[in-house]
């Protein structure tokens, strides 16, 4: 496989230094060898890279699923053959510890995870909104911390993840976790002053891209068509579309220009978006989500410190 590189500039990593932007789906070599991965919080998030992982090759004995619902746990234990422990056994016992929870509850979590691991375990969050600062500021001094990003495409390999370094991370420990959301799609490495409008467009985007197709479907369905029908087409042709987006490397308004004849009506169409505003309303949104992720940070600063 052909990895394609590019270059990231970080105030505290010294030169800038090139970053695979997806790796083969195989296990990554871990920061201590022999030890087990713990995944704290196996919601849907959680569960789907459990499932990634097993999938692209890694061993089910080397991950420990983490649920504060014991149920839960044991049923994704059950159905990947991995193994589960409570938070403070699975966080002695890792080499890496994943935290997928809702960002309300990291700062319940990060705490207790910082009680019990042992000196250079890695800490990746997909936490929502909740800064590398922050969770340094539970864990022990010297903890590398890694924020990311993904998106819910990754329940079928084809996900997104933004991958951000805190003050603490080296570079392998960017490769691990670059590694470690390649087995469950694409992903890269940003500043963390990007993340919050990373959580705008990719980590909410697949939302958004679904509800264009709702209202196509409906659509249809208002011309005409019998709804399954126009399930169909809808999809594939925003399957096909997207294919043909990525796989031609052509700029979207080509592309688009493409599909729009004078007079024809895919510009009669076009013609009613605009009037709309609807380019103008998307943009609006998604600088509302930023803004969300940004009030998500200091609400989880905030609880901290009164934690604290």
Known sequence: MVLRLFRVAYPHSGPDYPVPMSTPASAPSAPH?????????????????????????????????????????????????????DLDKAAEQANTVVVVVKPQDSTDVFPQVAKHIRPGTLIISLCAGVTTQLIESFMP????????????????DEGMAAVSPGVCAQKEHLKYAV???????????VP?????AVTAISGSGPAYLFFVVEAMIDAGVMLGLPRDTATV????????????????????????????????????????????????AFMEAMEAARDRSAALAKKAANRAAKLG
């Open 233 to 280: 087409l809808v999809n594939q042709t925003m399957y096909g579309s997207a294919k043909l987006l990525v796989e031609s490397g052509e700029h979207p308004t080509v592309l688009r220009e493409r599909v729009t004849s004078p007079g024809g009506t895919t510009a009669a169409a076009q013609r009613m978006l605009e009037e709309n505003k609807v380019k103008a």
């Open 192 to 196: 963390e002053r990007y993340q919050d």
């Open 179 to 189: 590694d470690l959301l390649s087995a469950v799609g694409k992903a890269i490495v």
């Open 141 to 156: 001094e010297g903890t590398p911390v890694v924020r990311v990003m993904p998106n819910t495409p990754a329940r079928v």
């Open 33 to 85: 060898q022999g030890l087990p991965l713990a995944v704290v919080g196996t919601g849907v998030m959680g569960e789907t890279l459990v499932a990634g992982l097993v999938r692209s090759g890694w061993k089910p004995q080397d991950i420990i699923a983490v649920d504060a619902m014991p149920e839960r746990m044991e049923q994704i234990a059950y159905r990947y053959g991995v193994n589960s422990a």
